[in-house]
């Protein structure tokens, strides 16, 4: 999806954001539009809000695909709520792995499943490093209508896109909806 700019040109994100009671079993005929990914995310962010401040966010991203090849990124994301300010670009292994560290103790662990349905994409992460389970949709405007699929509905609890607390870097530095699960 090309983002939309904010008045300086900036790229925005827009995203609305869904808590799940569970993960959805996704229907066969979508399965060959569906793909799987396992992230790894870390923020840099010296900063540390509580939730519904505004933030500006790094995170770095380690992507690891279905063939095992992995792809790396570094973001900064700034704003709350349906529309936010992103910025990203993308880091060769080295690049990562020497800025890792400096995430420590500000991780997530996730599968993501993109599905495109009908020529929108929607992700739904599953945490492997809590009891979690979210769905989203990019727009490529604040005012596009977002059709829920059917075998969606019955496992969303609510909305959260303006709850900061559902932000993967609140839930990461442990201020989020839900602490980490025991080891």
């Known amino acids: 999806m090309t983002p939309e700019r904010d008045q300086a040109g900036d790229p925005q994100e827009i995203e609305r954001v869904f808590l799940l009671d569970a993960m959805p079993e996704i229907p066969k005929p ?3 539009d569906t793909v799987c990914w396992n992230i790894e995310q ?3 962010s010296s900063s540390d809000p509580l939730p519904g401040q505004d933030i500006t966010e790094g995170r770095l991203r380690r992507v690891t695909h279905a063939d095992g090849s992995a792809t790396f990124t570094h973001t900064i994301k ?3 709520g349906l529309v936010r300010l992103e910025r990203e670009r993308t ?3 080295t690049e990562f792995e020497a800025l890792w560290p400096a995430t420590k103790g500000r991780r997530i662990l996730k599968t993501r499943f993109r599905i495109d349905v009908q020529g929108q994409i929607w992700e739904i992460d599953q ?3 809590r009891t979690l389970v979210l769905a ?3 727009l490529p405007t604040v005012e596009t209508a977002l059709p ?3 075998w969606l509905q019955p496992r969303i609890i609510r909305e959260v896109t303006e709850e900061g607390a559902f932000r993967n870097f609140h839930l990461a530095t442990r201020k989020g909806f839900l602490t980490p699960d025991p080891p």
């Open 136 to 138: 989203e949709a990019e």
């Open 42 to 44: 870390g923020y840099l």
């Open 127 to 129: 945490f492997s490093d």
């Open 91 to 93: 880091l060769n292994r």
């Open 78 to 80: 700034s704003g709350l």
């Open 30 to 32: 979508l399965h060959s």
């Open 148 to 150: 829920i699929p059917e």
